[in-house]
C-alpha cells in the first residue's frame, strides 16, 4: 500500500490549506485514515482520523479548524485547515490502517507534507 500525501506549503497564520492523501495498492477494509502530524523536535501526534463508517475524531487542538473527510471511491483523505496557528507548523503525515481476510491489522504511512503558519 502507497500513500501519497500532498498540499503542504506555506501560509499566513489565520489562512487555509487543503491537504490530500490518495491511498493505492493491495487496499482490503479499510478501518482508519488520519492525519499526524510531527513538530520539530516534538514527538508525532495525531491530530484527525476517520473511521470506516465516516466518523471523524480530531485532537482538542484543532477542534473547530480542521475537517478530515473521505472520499471512498478513490480511497483518498481530506484534512481541511482553517484559521492556522504558528503552532500547527508541522510535517503532516497520512496513515492508514486496513485489516485482511484473517482480520489481521496493517497500518501504513505516507512521506509527510510540510505545512508551515507564519505570523
Known amino acids: 500500500v502507497q500513500l501519497q500525501a500532498s498540499g503542504g506549503g506555506l501560509v499566513q497564520a489565520g489562512g487555509s490549506l487543503r491537504l490530500s492523501c490518495v491511498a493505492s495498492?493491495?487496499?482490503?477494509?479499510?478501518?482508519?485514515m488520519a492525519w499526524y502530524r510531527q513538530a520539530l523536535g516534538k514527538k508525532r501526534e495525531l491530530v484527525a482520523n476517520?473511521?470506516?463508517?465516516?466518523?471523524?475524531d480530531y485532537a482538542d487542538y484543532v477542534k473547530g479548524r480542521f475537517t478530515i473527510s473521505r472520499e471512498y471511491g478513490q480511497n483518498t483523505v481530506y484534512l481541511q485547515m482553517s484559521n492556522l496557528k504558528p503552532e500547527d507548523t508541522a510535517v503532516y503525515y497520512c496513515?492508514?490502517?486496513?485489516?485482511?481476510?484473517?482480520?489481521?491489522?496493517?497500518?501504513?504511512w505516507g512521506q509527510g507534507t510540510l505545512v508551515t503558519v507564519s505570523s
Open positions: 496513515n492508514l490502517v486496513q485489516s485482511d481476510y484473517y482480520d489481521n491489522s496493517y497500518s501504513y
Open positions: 495498492g493491495n487496499i482490503f477494509v479499510i478501518n482508519v
Open positions: 476517520i473511521t470506516s463508517r465516516g466518523t471523524p
